[in-house]
């Protein structure tokens, strides 16, 4: 693979240049990327496959603008993030990306159709919001769980609301970071196919982190990193 | 799903903490309101005791009040004289110390000497025209211990019209009953002033003080030509040494100042001998003797105290002037009131800073996950103000309707002694100021929020 960015297609919605994010432990510090150069085409489906400690989910936050690099650049169309305003930035993450966490991450006060629409509280709702959020928990299956609290919903359910969370917005871009990591094997096939489907719908780039390669098959290009480094990539 | 619906379930998904926060604030709120309308309802009762007069009072410079006041009798032709003066009336008053055997501390009772011809006279005349039972005093009760004396007075002995009680040790004869629904001015027993004088040991060569009834429209003339009529005169400044009980040839508080320096310089608590008075005064007398200061004392002599400058050797108020001369005197009970009320204010932040604290620390989680999903700064910054704010102004609202519940509470169980007023300003200012409390309250903590990176605040999570 080339990892020169100079040579990347123009087609790429999504690019790193040497990434490097170092994290501090006490007096010690941790290489978690260590110069990673990689692009994401647009309406792919994609993985970073990885073991633990590789690095693949601070890639993740880092290419969502969640967190910043060290050093390196990271390009969203022609404009780095690393330039971007704080204001910027939240819009970024709030028209650009959709970002599904790994332990669900919905807000336990909320019903299932408010944390799907939580991006835009501040904004305030429209009924055509409001309607699509619910038709999007209907896609995923939850059309009968609107009001249920995080509390009373399963795992699955639970990861369910936040792709519809994910997906409301639009995004030209959906992060996912180990969205079946606290599933079990049914489950986690169920919100795959959900995801796979929802992205033939949206024609997002979708980037998931997993180190489970039973659910490879779903995507268009696979990218194995190792020790904070890009190990190789492949066309599925 | 508004961000004021969503505030609102943060602040009840932690009920305990919310509660104690809304507490604190509460509670400050509540002796903010108590406090300020000690100070309004003082203010509130002087506007209406004083705005009741409608002529001027001619009294002895510096005199707090005409207890404290002596003046010539031979003054009184002269301001009788003055252009515009309608009526002049002469005053005498006592305290009185002792009724019906008890002793008199608080609210304090005065004996008032009325000379009954000219008070009759009087277009307005204050407690006769706020008669409630029996009659005010006539020609008939001159020289007599026939008296008037107010609702919360009889109220307070268990006195009707008819009956008779001892104060001061002289026997008394109720005719009367006046309510001015002042618990400032419902202090006074009326008499006659030949009679008060008999009781107080003051003379005819003296008065407490005069009241002035001006013409129409000339109220302000007339103390000007009052004052300009005796500028120039030597003037005896009222000085609070000067004050006696009455067969006492001393100052009460001066004997028990000398008494305690003995006590201390000796090691026994030795009396003071009395001195000879000089004129048998009474209460309120001025000093006419500097020997009374006692031997070795530098006290200012009668002479050092008499000067001549161009100062008026009377000083002539009118209600307003005696509604300026209290809001003085209440000055400081304001500062005091804004240290106190500033004292639990500050708990009361310390509270809700704390309570923010705990619950952004408690939501870093969430407040990251709110950010990841395109929350801006500026939307942290005003869900966490705003919670701040929302414990402000719930806090404020039951604050200010608890205190102004206590102050009527205080009104009607005290309604003789005290009158506070919690005004709708003053309401309205207690709920603005603590929602502006809470928002300031939440600002630190919600900076610090907003500042953070997604991931940061989920991984410290």
């Avoid at chain 1, 305030?124 to 038709?135: D, F, K, N, P, T």
């Avoid at chain 2, 002087?46 to 007069?53: I, M, P, Q, S, V």
């Avoid at chain 2, 608890?402 to 002694?417: E, F, H, K, L």
Wanted: glycine residues 10%.
């Amino acid at each position: 693979m080339d990892q020169s960015a100079d040579h990347l297609p123009a087609c790429n919605v999504l690019r790193a240049e040497g990434i490097r994010k170092i994290h501090p432990r006490g007096e010690t510090e941790v290489a978690a990327l260590r110069g990673v150069d990689c692009a994401f085409v647009e309406n792919t489906f994609n993985f970073i496959l990885g073991p633990s400690g590789s690095g693949k989910s601070s890639l993740l936050y880092l290419l969502g603008a969640l967190d910043q690099p060290t050093s390196g650049t990271i390009w969203f169309r022609e404009r780095a993030l690393s330039s971007l305003s704080p204001a910027e930035c939240d819009r970024y993450r709030r028209e650009e990306v959709g970002f599904i966490f790994q332990s669900f991450n919905l807000l336990k006060t909320l019903t299932a159709l408010d944390n799907v629409l939580v991006p835009f509280l501040p904004q305030g709702i429209s009924r055509e919001l409001r309607e699509r959020a619910v038709e999007l928990l209907r896609e995923v299956g939850l059309g009968h769980r609107l009001d249920h609290r995080p509390s009373q919903l399963s795992g699955g359910e639970q990861q369910r609301v936040a792709i519809a969370r994910a997906l409301l917005k639009d995004p030209k871009l959906v992060l996912a970071d180990e969205p079946t990591g606290e599933l079990d094997t049914a489950t986690g096939a169920e919100v795959f196919r959900y995801l796979r489907t929802l992205h033939r719908q949206s024609r997002a780039t979708v980037i998931v982190v997993t180190h489970d390669r039973r659910y490879l098959e779903a995507g268009d290009r696979l990218m194995h990193l190792r020790d904070g480094e890009v190990e190789r990539e492949e066309i599925l | 799903m508004g961000l004021l619906r969503f505030a609102c379930s943060n602040l009840l998904s932690s009920k305990v903490r919310s509660s104690l926060a809304l507490l604190g604030l509460t509670v400050a709120i509540i002796g903010m309101v108590s406090l300020f309308s000690v100070v309004a309802g003082l203010h509130r009762m002087t506007d209406e005791a004083f705005g009741r007069l409608r002529g001027v009072i001619v009294l002895q410079p510096g005199a707090p009040i005409p207890l404290f006041s002596r003046l010539p009798s031979a003054w009184g032709s002269e301001i009788a004289e003055v252009e515009g003066v309608e009526i002049l009336c002469p005053e005498v008053w006592q305290r009185a110390n002792v009724i019906e055997g008890k002793m008199v501390i608080s609210p304090p009772r005065f004996i008032f000497g009325v000379d009954i011809e000219t008070w009759n006279r009087l277009d307005h005349a204050l407690y006769r025209d706020d008669l409630i039972a029996g009659r005010f005093l006539e020609e008939q009760d001159r020289g007599t211990s026939r008296t008037v004396i107010s609702r919360s007075i009889a109220e307070e002995f268990n006195l009707a019209v008819g009956d008779r009680f001892v104060t001061n040790g002289i026997e008394l004869e109720l005719i009367g009953i006046y309510d001015t629904k002042s618990p400032m001015i419902d202090l006074s027993l009326l008499l006659d002033i030949s009679r008060v004088r008999e009781m107080s040991g003051m003379g005819p060569e003296s008065v407490s003080a005069y009241y002035v009834q001006p013409a129409a429209g000339r109220q302000d003339a007339v103390s000007e030509a009052i004052r300009e009529r005796f500028r120039g005169r030597p003037v005896e400044m009222w000085l609070p040494s000067d004050l006696k009980l009455p067969g006492s040839g001393s100052n009460p508080v001066e004997s028990l100042m000398q008494r305690l320096d003995g006590l201390l310089k000796r090691g026994r608590f030795e009396p003071v001998p009395e001195e000879a008075e000089p004129n048998g005064a009474g209460s309120g007398e001025p000093a006419q003797n500097g020997a009374r200061n006692g031997p070795g004392r530098e006290q200012p002599t009668f002479d050092e105290r008499l000067r001549v400058d161009d100062s008026t050797a009377v000083d002539v108020r009118t209600a307003e002037e005696w509604g300026a001369q209290v809001s003085g005197m209440t000055k400081d009970l304001d500062y005091m009131m804004m240290v106190l009320t500033g004292v639990a204010v500050t708990i009361a932040v310390l509270g809700i800073v704390n309570t923010m604290l705990m619950s952004v620390s408690e939501r870093i989680i969430e407040i990251g996950i709110l950010k990841a999903n395109g929350w801006s700064r500026r939307n942290v910054l005003t869900l966490i103000a705003g919670e701040s704010g929302l414990l402000g102004l719930v806090g404020g609202c039951l604050g200010a309707t608890i205190g102004w519940g206590v102050t009527q509470g205080i009104n009607s169980v005290w309604s003789d002694r005290i009158q506070l007023y919690a005004s709708p300003g003053l309401l309205l200012f207690s709920i603005g100021f603590a929602t502006v409390l809470g928002l300031l309250s939440g600002l630190y903590p919600a900076v610090w929020a907003m500042r953070l990176m997604p991931m940061d605040a989920i991984r410290r999570g």
